[in-house]
């Protein structure tokens, strides 16, 4: 497993890229900005997230692209394949904590459930802030990093 070069636009070829944390740090924390955004994003998932959750999770934002100062991380917990009591406790645990995670980690936080919005496809197009910074279409697709 391994995250692909970023392509001349900045961002991650389209599709969802396998890796490992130990991949995400070495690929993306060039600056101490950076360096800080990740570790609170590895305190929240192993404080919080991991000892209830350990589902597979996508990760993107302008994290994984060409920024230089991200505002934070996003964080998709993908309970697709989870029983369904634990997808209800993924449901009420961002319900309940998705406002102070953000504050307290710098992650923005959502869940991944099968029949609902599907955030890890919507998560696959750059959207209108980044496609106005790149000059590109909002639906332009671009990769997204899933971590088993």
């Known amino acids: 497993m391994s995250i692909p070069q970023l392509q001349q636009n900045g961002l991650l070829p389209s599709g969802v890229h396998d890796c490992t944390i130990e991949d995400i740090r070495?690929?993306?924390?060039?600056?101490q900005h950076r360096q800080?955004?990740?570790d609170s994003f590895v305190n929240f998932l192993k404080t919080e997230l991991r000892p209830l959750f350990p589902d597979p999770i996508y990760f993107?934002?302008?994290f994984v692209t060409d920024k230089v100062t991200p505002d934070d991380t996003d964080v998709v917990l993908?309970?697709?394949?989870?029983?369904?009591?634990?997808?209800?406790r993924g449901l009420q645990f961002m319900k309940e904590h998705q406002t102070r995670i953000r504050s307290d980690y710098g992650v923005h936080f959502w869940?991944?459930?099968?029949?609902?919005?599907?955030?890890?496809?919507?998560?696959?197009?750059?959207?209108?802030?980044?496609?106005?910074?790149?000059?590109l279409h909002p639906l332009h697709y671009k990769g997204i990093l899933r971590v088993a």
């Open 78 to 88: 993908d309970l697709t394949n989870a029983p369904d009591e634990r997808k209800w």
């Open 111 to 135: 869940v991944n459930l099968p029949g609902n919005s599907d955030f890890a496809e919507f998560f696959q197009y750059v959207g209108v802030k980044t496609a106005r910074a790149k000059g």
């Open 26 to 31: 070495t690929t993306f924390t060039w600056n």
């Open 36 to 38: 800080q955004l990740f």
């Open 60 to 62: 993107d934002g302008s």
